[in-house]
């Protein structure tokens, strides 16, 4: 069996240190294969907030993947957001990322971000062409019998959840992918989780969002997923923070 743990919106710079150690305590104690952060590790994608995401996430001893989120391009610094808006995040990957190993298994990647919009908020998901036929190519790549989890950031379609990702471009690359017979999608953004299963043209499509560790709540606590795979298939556990006691 495989076990991940799938994390997303840290959002450091406005973290939850209380989550941040909790998560650590539970990867230390657990041992989890890897760990997959889908996005938004960072709140405005300062210098310092890169630097903490990595020195945390170094922290925690387990081999990880990390996705870019919306708020990992530059916010204030907008000749850098055009001209080169994944720099930074660029040197986290490079930071933390050292390739994971898992038996049978791949993480493929799907950029949702994009750093200019045609509609006033930039923060909402887009899967471009370029990024759709990435992703696409590297499944098609893979060893035959391999199983496929995709991470992104966005949540590809709305998912019943108090925050909205309005993706576009989301209902064909879901298609797209079921009709590759993915195990999952793995997102965040909405800070809420959520497991469903999403029928396309090409069947369905199971879709996986984590929580945050962060201050920025929503309608649940603070939390991470965890996910276990054997031949039988994927299943899900939302691990949530208890509140502290009085």
């Known amino acids: ?4 743990f799938h994390i997303s919106d840290v959002h450091f710079g406005l973290e939850d240190r209380a989550a941040l150690d909790w998560v650590a305590a539970c990867v230390e104690r657990e041992r989890p294969n890897a760990i997959a952060i889908t996005g938004d590790l960072t709140m405005r994608a300062r210098h310092r ?5 990595a020195a945390w996430i170094r922290g925690l001893g387990a081999p990880v993947t ?3 989120g919306n708020h990992d391009l530059p916010y204030f610094n907008l000749t850098e957001r055009f001209l080169d808006p994944y720099r930074r995040f660029r040197a986290l990957q490079g930071a933390v990322n050292h390739g ?5 298994l791949a993480i493929v990647p799907l950029k ?14 887009c899967v471009g062409e370029r990024s759709l036929t990435a992703c696409l190519a590297a499944l098609d790549a893979l060893p ?3 199983r496929a989890l995709v991470a992104c950031h966005h949540p590809l379609v709305e998912t019943g959840t108090r925050g909205k990702a309005l993706t576009r471009g989301g209902t064909r690359a879901l298609s797209a992918l079921a009709k590759r017979g993915v195990l999952a ?4 953004h909405v800070h809420d989780a959520f497991d469903i299963q999403h029928l396309t043209a090409n069947g369905p499509v199971r879709m996986i969002g984590a929580g945050t560790l962060s201050q920025r709540l929503r309608a649940t606590p603070a939390g991470f997923n965890e996910l276990s795979i054997d031949e039988g298939g994927l299943s899900v556990r939302v691990r949530q923070m208890a509140a502290p006691t009085a």
């Open 49 to 53: 907030e890169f630097a903490a995401a």
């Open 112 to 125: 949702t971000t994009a750093r200019a919009q045609m509609r006033l908020n930039w923060s909402k998901g």
């Open 100 to 104: 994971i190993a898992l038996p049978g």
């Open 185 to 188: 999608v793995l997102s965040g």
């Open 144 to 146: 035959p019998g391999t």
């Open 66 to 68: 990390v996705e870019v």
């Open 1 to 4: 069996m495989i076990r991940l």
